[in-house]
């Protein structure tokens, strides 16, 4: 697999539940990205890893979100006591560090619905 | 802050028409652009870049070219095809981590 991998690919919770989503980026990509992407619009920036360090959150961050990148490779992302304003595309990226940082590879997404 | 701005959709074409998608940005300093299309159901493609003022990025017959004194980076192809159908987004770089996207153009594209 050569592609950044995101699982789920759906999730259905109700208004309250905590709900994780995994991102496996491409195998040699130091850095990895989290986005919010809301129906009719453009993504939004969360936070980014530069290996296991997490290095800029967005004010989007909420208390309620949570990531992490224990070894450097894959990530997580949580949310708790999940709201209804919360449904979204999750999006995740990666892309190597160097001169060629800035080319953000991304994977095909967890679409939440929040009931 | 840095942001982009692009045309509003939808843009419905017919197959083999020229496509403009216009695509301005605000930012400091040299940011690098992108174009990301994305098709229904789908994460984000990288469709081409530019890095530096001047440059033409090019791909699967689309392209953008850099042009700082009008701070624009507009998507263009000769002849669309139905294939062709998405959501194009504008995007720029500009130190730091993230990427700021542009709210996205629906292109249609009809037979």
């Known amino acids: 697999d050569t592609g950044v991998s995101q699982n789920p690919r759906h999730k259905i919770t109700k208004r309250g539940q905590n709900v994780t989503f995994r991102c496996d980026p491409i195998?040699?990509?130091?850095?990895l990205y989290w986005y919010r992407q809301t129906l009719g619009q453009g993504p939004e920036f969360l936070t980014y890893f530069q290996n296991e360090a997490q290095l800029e959150k967005s004010r989007l961050l909420s208390d309620r979100f949570s990531a992490e990148r224990p070894k450097g490779s894959f990530s997580t992302l949580e949310i708790q006591r999940t709201e209804q304003g919360d449904s979204a595309m999750y999006l995740c990226?990666?892309?190597?560090?160097?001169?060629?940082?800035?080319?953000?590879?991304f994977g095909p997404g967890t679409r939440l619905l929040v009931l | 802050g840095d942001s982009v701005t692009q045309m509003e959709g939808p843009v419905t074409l017919s197959e083999e028409a020229f496509l403009t998608i216009n695509c301005t940005y605000t930012a400091t300093g040299y940011p690098s652009l992108f174009w990301y299309v994305q098709y229904p159901g789908e994460g984000l493609q990288l469709l081409l870049k530019?890095?530096?003022?001047?440059d033409k990025g090019s791909n699967k017959g689309f392209e953008a070219t850099y042009r700082k004194e009008t701070t624009s980076f507009h998507l263009e192809k000769g002849s669309v095809q139905v294939s062709d159908s998405a959501v194009y987004f504008c995007?720029?770089?500009?130190?730091?981590?993230?990427?700021?996207f542009g709210q996205g153009t629906e292109l249609s594209v009809k037979p």
């Open positions: 530019a890095t530096k003022a001047d």
């Open positions: 195998s040699e990509h130091n850095r």
């Open positions: 995007a720029l770089y500009n130190q730091g981590g993230k990427l700021i």
């Open positions: 990226a990666s892309s190597p560090t160097g001169t060629k940082q800035e080319t953000q590879y």
